[in-house]
Nanobody, 129 residues
C-alpha cells in the first residue's frame, strides 16, 4: 500500500522560510515524479512544483518560481519543499503526490491532479503578515 506523509507545516511570518517534507512508502520512490500542490481556503487545489523521476529535474508554478525549491532524497524516500520569502498568499494546505509513472520528455512534466494517483493528507502552512 502506497502512503505519503507530509510534515513540517506551521505558522510563520511573512518573509520567513519553512521546509516541509513528504515521506513515501509502498513503491519504488525513484521511479515516480513527486509533485507538490496546495489548496487555500475557498480555492481549488493548484500545482506548486514537481521533481521528475530518476534525474529529479524540477519545475515550478510561476507564483513560486525563485522562492520555492524542491529536492528529493531517493535513499530516504523523501521529497522536500523549501519555501523562502513566504507571503500571506502562500497560506494553504500543502499536499505531496506521486505520479502515475508515465514517461515525460525533456521540458514536460506532470502538472495536473489527474496525473497523480497517490496523495498525502496535507500539512497546513500559515503565513501571517
Amino acid at each position: 500500500q502506497v502512503q505519503l506523509v507530509e510534515s513540517g507545516g506551521g505558522l510563520v511570518q511573512a518573509g520567513d522560510s519553512l521546509r516541509i517534507s513528504c515521506v513515501a512508502s509502498g513503491r519504488t520512490f525513484s521511479a515516480y515524479a513527486m509533485g507538490w500542490f496546495r489548496q487555500a481556503p475557498g480555492k481549488e487545489r493548484e500545482f506548486v512544483g514537481v521533481s521528475t523521476r530518476n534525474d529529479g529535474r524540477t519545475y515550478y508554478a510561476d507564483s513560486v518560481k525563485g522562492r520555492f525549491s524542491i529536492s528529493r532524497d531517493n535513499a530516504k524516500n523523501t521529497v522536500y519543499l523549501q519555501m523562502n520569502s513566504l507571503k500571506p498568499e502562500d497560506t494553504a494546505v500543502y499536499y505531496c503526490a506521486s505520479d502515475r509513472g508515465r514517461t515525460y520528455y525533456y521540458g514536460t512534466y506532470p502538472r495536473g491532479e489527474r496525473e497523480y494517483d497517490y496523495w498525502g493528507q496535507g500539512t497546513q502552512v500559515t503565513v501571517s503578515s
